[in-house]
C-alpha cells in the first residue's frame, strides 16, 4: 500500500490492477477469462483504496500542486501545495520500522489524517513500522 500512495500522491494518475484492491493473493494471467476473483477478500484494503482515490480526486494540492521532497533511501516523504493548500506524505519503503526527520517547517503542526482519521501533531522525529504511510492534510 506504501507504494500505491507514493504513486497516486507524487507525480502520477494512480493505476489499479483487477483484484489489487481486494489483495487477490493468486497470479491473474491473460486473457484474464480463467481466474475468478473472489471481490468480497479484505474488505478494508478496499475502503483504505477508496480513502486514498477519494482524498486524490478532491485534492487541487495533490492533484497540481508543487512538489517538495525530504525523502531519504528508507522514506518517500513529500508535501504538495497549492493555493495554500498543503499536503505532507511520508511512507516507509523498507520492510523494517525507520526513523524520518520531520522537517522544520512541518514540526509541530496539525494536521488530519486523511486514511486514519484523526489529527496527528509531530514532534522533530517520526519511527514509522514497516510499509507504515501517512496522507497528512495540513
Known amino acids: 500500500m506504501s507504494a500505491f500512495v ?5 507525480k502520477s494518475i494512480p493505476m ?3 483484484s489489487q484492491e481486494v489483495g487477490f493473493p493468486t ?3 491473460f486473457p484474464f477469462t480463467g481466474t475468478k476473483i473472489n471481490w468480497s477478500l479484505n474488505p478494508a484494503l478496499k475502503e483504505e483504496y ?7 480526486a478532491g ?3 495533490i492533484k497540481r500542486g508543487v512538489l517538495t521532497t525530504f525523502s531519504t533511501t528508507d522514506v518517500c516523504a513529500f508535501t504538495k ?3 495554500g493548500k498543503k499536503v505532507f506524505i511520508m511512507a516507509n519503503v523498507r520492510n523494517k520500522s525507520v526513523d524520518l526527520t520531520i522537517p522544520v517547517g512541518l514540526v509541530d503542526q496539525t494536521a488530519k489524517d486523511v486514511v486514519n482519521g484523526g489529527t496527528k501533531t509531530f514532534g522533530t522525529k517520526i519511527t514509522l513500522a514497516p510499509y507504515e504511510y ?5
Open 6 to 10: 507514493i504513486a497516486s500522491t507524487m
Open 16 to 18: 489499479i490492477y483487477g
Open 27 to 29: 497470479k491473474i494471467v
Open 50 to 56: 477508496k480513502k486514498i482515490l477519494k482524498f486524490r
Open 59 to 61: 485534492s487541487d494540492a
Open 81 to 83: 501545495e497549492r493555493d
Open 134 to 138: 501517512f496522507i497528512l492534510d495540513l
